[in-house]
């Protein structure tokens, strides 16, 4: 199974809402598809969104770096001679892992698809249904507990609110959210790196006197100052998770070694793909240290690859893989199935895709 060609196109899909966060506010998916196409027939898919925020990712930099960069380094080469591809994807340019993590995805499908396996078995087979958590934008307060209500009443066990703008205000984000849906839900917080390090020291213990029961924040300060993620983690009750601060195996050591934080959230578009999101797993498993898997603004396409991991790694025990049910439009065929909260793998070789509708590859 020989690589003849890659291609790729651009896939819009509007959002069911406006997806606000501290950092961004977004209305419709933008991604780049990768189709990796083989002398046999076969196609493998991948997927890359432009979050230049978080990752400093764009559009254009995404097909330049996949166009005249890593197009050339696996023209020709042998699906089976897999590890010499990823060394390939890894040394061709650095950063750009979004670029990396489409390419990576789409060899992993056709990885799967030569040794005639769904992904996860390959990687380790640990189950095939999981259940995602849903995020709640962040808006003013009655909003929130509007659509917290509208989540549970789907059927979500666990809700993911986006905070981080107005500290003091969180805090009344979050009483509001707590009296509208009870106590049976779990709330997770995401602060996306807007809290100063005491700020969040603050209105965490806020919340903590305030018996709001969160489950874990999520990135309260800024990505690189790992002595202030260090300070919330030393002197608040919640659990803090680590998003922004870690992209690489290399950051998920620091960040552990130091104690910085008490988990670390895996994203295919930090990593740059599978690859480098399984050595993270195995650092994790050293140290005991949980994970969450989660996605950025992406459709079923990388998020099914992200599925296929989660379903394989038992370090990986929270998730947050909500990016197709936030779409207004499903356009594939095939991968995981999402049902709301519950996302389950079929058996297909690969990543099951069948067909990527509306996207031109000319
Ligand atoms: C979509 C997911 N639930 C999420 O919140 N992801 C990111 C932000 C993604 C983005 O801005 O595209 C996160 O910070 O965890
Ligand atoms: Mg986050």
């Known amino acids: 199974m020989k690589i003849v060609d890659i291609q790729m196109g651009d896939l819009i899909i509007p959002l069911k809402k406006p997806f606000k966060t501290a950092l961004r506010t977004v209305n419709a998916v933008e991604d780049v598809v990768v189709k990796i196409i083989t002398d046999t027939g076969h196609v493998g898919y991948g997927e ?4 230049a925020v978080i990752t400093g990712d764009t559009t254009g930099a995404i097909k330049w770096a996949i166009e005249k960069h890593i197009k050339p380094q696996l023209i020709g080469m042998e699906i089976e ?5 990823m060394i390939r994807l890894d040394k061709t ?3 750009n892992t979004s670029a990396k993590a489409a390419v990576d995805i789409a060899l992993h499908d056709l990885y799967g698809q030569l040794y005639n396996a769904p992904l996860y078995k390959l990687l380790g087979g640990y189950r095939k249904e999981i259940i995602t958590d849903i995020t709640i934008s962040v808006n003013d307060p009655e909003e929130m507990a509007r659509d917290s209500i509208e989540a549970v009443k789907l059927g979500y066990r666990t809700l993911k609110i986006k905070v981080g703008k107005d500290a003091k205000m969180d805090i009344k984000r979050m009483k ?3 009296e509208a849906i009870g106590y049976d839900v779990d709330l997770r917080i995401d602060a996306n790196q807007g809290w100063k390090p005491k700020e969040a020291v603050y209105s965490l213990r806020k919340m903590e006197d305030a018996g709001l029961n969160i489950e874990f924040v999520e990135q309260p300060v800024v990505a690189h100052d790992f002595e202030g993620l260090k300070l919330v983690t030393d002197n608040v009750s919640i659990p803090v998770l680590a998003d922004e601060s870690v992209f690489s195996a290399k950051d998920a050591m620091t960040i552990i070694q130091m104690r910085a934080a008490d988990l670390i959230n895996i994203k295919l578009m930090k990593t740059g793909g599978i690859h480098n999101a399984l050595k993270i797993c195995s650092i994790a498993e050293v140290y005991g240290v949980e994970c969450m898997i989660g996605c950025m603004l992406e459709s079923k396409l990388s998020v099914t690859a992200a599925v296929h991991l ?3 790694k038992s370090i990986i025990t929270k998730i947050d893989l909500d990016g197709p049910v936030l779409c207004a439009e499903n356009p ?10 519950k996302i389950t793998l079929s058996d297909s070789p690969g990543l099951g895709f069948k067909e990527v509708k509306g996207v031109d590859f000319s």
Request: hydrophobic fraction near 45%; avoid cysteine.
């Open 48 to 51: 890359a969104p432009p979050t």
């Open 93 to 95: 340019l650095v950063k």
């Open 81 to 85: 001679n897999f590890e010499e591809m």
């Open 310 to 312: 989660a379903a394989a």
């Open 332 to 341: 594939i065929e095939g991968g995981a199935t999402f049902e709301e909260y």
């Open 176 to 178: 509001a959210i707590r």
